[in-house]
Structure formats: C-alpha cells, structure tokens
C-alpha cells in the first residue's frame, strides 16, 4: 500500500514564511508527477503547483513569485516552499501524487494518491 504524508503546516503571521514537506511509502519504484493543493473554507480544492518527474514546475497564479516547489525523487518526497504568506493562502494543504507505479503481490499498479492534508492558518 501506498501513503502519503505531509507535514510543516501551522499558523504564521501574514508576510511569513512556511514549507511543507510531504513523502510517499510504500513499495515505490516511480512518481510521475506530484503537487500541492489548496482547499480554502467553504471552496473547492485547486492546484498551487505541480512537479513532474525531471520537469518543470507549474504554479496557480496566486503562487507564483511566493511559492516554490521542488523534489527529492530519490526519497519519493515533494516540498513547498511559502513565502509571503496571505490570509487568503489560509486552508488545508493536500500533497498528490499521480501516476505512482508500485508493487503488490509480484504486479504492478499505477494510481493517483492523496494525503491526508495539513492545516495553513494566516493570521495575525
């Protein structure tokens, strides 16, 4: 089985800074893609940026010039870097992971995971 975990939330005054770190376990041998989703109260989840495998990274336009993503495919594992925090940037941060190929029983499978979330609260 396959889990991912995040964790680096909290609560931050508005201008500062966090990162989030999230890992993927299990019997792992590829990620294509992983990402970083935010879901606001009351609204839906949207993308904050994405990664793939030795690509380029995309952002939400809410992210770009404040946000950073990178990853470590060797620990199977994907940051976000805050800076200049808001208080609309306030919600649950979801780590995604798509296209993770895995072993069970001997077969391989390919599927889309997500985390359990981690609370970013912007306030002063």
């Known amino acids: 089985q396959v889990h991912l975990v995040e964790s680096g939330g909290g609560l931050v005054q508005p201008g500062g800074s966090l990162r989030l770190s999230c890992a993927a376990s299990g019997a792992i041998f590829s990620i294509n893609a992983m990402g970083w989703y935010h879901q606001a109260p009351g609204k839906q989840r949207e993308l904050v940026a994405a990664?793939?495998?030795?690509?380029?990274?995309n952002y939400a336009d809410s992210a770009k010039g404040r946000f950073t993503i990178s990853r470590d495919n060797a620990k199977n594992s994907v940051y976000l870097q805050m800076n200049s925090l808001k208080p609309e940037d306030t919600g649950v941060y979801y780590c995604?992971?798509?296209?993770?190929?895995?072993?069970?029983?001997?077969?391989?499978?390919?599927?889309?995971?997500w985390g359990q979330g981690t609370q970013v609260t912007v306030s002063s």
């Open positions: 990664l793939t495998r030795g690509g380029s990274p």
């Open positions: 995604h992971a798509h296209g993770v190929a895995y072993f069970r029983g001997g077969t391989s499978y390919t599927d889309d995971y």
